[in-house]
């Protein structure tokens, strides 16, 4: 499901498995919820394992399409990851979620050096 041309919400377990295993990422249990963020190439993957196993799909990634040029992207997953924190739902996995996503955003410039893609722009502050 694309929520905007940047941005992608994929629920298929057989997919993000497929994509977890092609670059080294899948998990070493599934006896607990879990989450990773990684990079290919440009785009931005972040996966969220659920241990519940009366769930339909265990497994949900975003993906952020070149995710150096999108930040609004990534805030409206940190968006959607705050209200799943105040509505207590996987409080503990979706901080670390947010947690991950934030070092990302505070190491965009970081980034944007190393895609060349740096820009002559100030950083605003980060309120996350």
Known sequence: MNIQPTLRII?????IIDCLVDHN????????????????D????LVFYFADASLENRFVMYVVDNFTENIESIELIL???????????????????KNSLIDILYMMDT???LF???K???TGELSY
């Not at 629920?11 to 997919?15: C, E, M, P, R, T």
């Not at 440009?42 to 993957?45: F, P």
Request: glycine residues 4%.
């Open 111 to 113: 980034f944007r050096a």
């Open 25 to 40: 990422e899948m998990f070493k249990s599934f006896d607990a919820d879990k989450t990773t963020t990684f990079l290919v």
């Open 120 to 122: 002559n722009q100030e």
């Open 79 to 97: 968006n959607n990851i705050e209200t799943q924190i105040i509505t207590g739902t996987q409080v503990h996995l979706m901080k670390k979620a």
């Open 11 to 15: 629920s298929d377990d057989v997919s």
């Open 42 to 45: 440009e785009d931005l993957h």
């Open 116 to 118: 060349g893609k740096n």
